[in-house]
Nanobody, 116 residues
Framework: QVELVESGGGLVQPGGSLRLSCTASGITIKYYQMGWYRQAPGKERELVASLTRERESTETYADSVKGRFTISRDNAKNTVYLQMSSLKPEDTAVYYC????????WGQGTQVTVSS
């Protein structure tokens, strides 16, 4: 039984910060490529950030978030994070956690709203 559970979303003003968490059960995330995706109203789901397996630890970011968002992993907690800073209204979306290595697993998503 594999579960990815996101948390940390909410309402924040432009320029603010949030940290999203994704805690996994049924898989060990250090053996998986982990990623954060988002889907805004009326738009397709897009990759925000990804992190390769622990040995490589290569980070990839969408151009729109580069320099503002950071993906990281805490293997002891079996959790991946997305630290978001300097948030913009265009960052408003449902954010999804994804784990992939042979099989692909998705969380249920957490809403992030950036508004004045």
């Amino acid at each position: 039984q594999v579960e990815l559970v996101e948390s940390g979303g909410g309402l924040v003003q432009p320029g603010g910060s949030l940290r999203l968490s994704c805690t996994a059960s049924g898989i060990t995330i250090k053996y998986y490529q982990m990623g954060w995706y988002r889907q805004a109203p009326g738009k397709e789901r897009e990759l925000v950030a990804s992190l390769t397996r622990e040995r490589e630890s290569t980070e990839t970011y969408a151009d729109s978030v580069k320099g503002r968002f950071t993906i990281s992993r805490d293997n002891a907690k079996n959790t991946v994070y997305l630290q978001m800073s300097s948030l913009k209204p265009e960052d408003t979306a449902v954010y999804y956690c994804r784990g992939a290595w042979g099989s692909v697993y998705w969380g249920q998503g957490t809403q992030v709203t950036v508004s004045s």
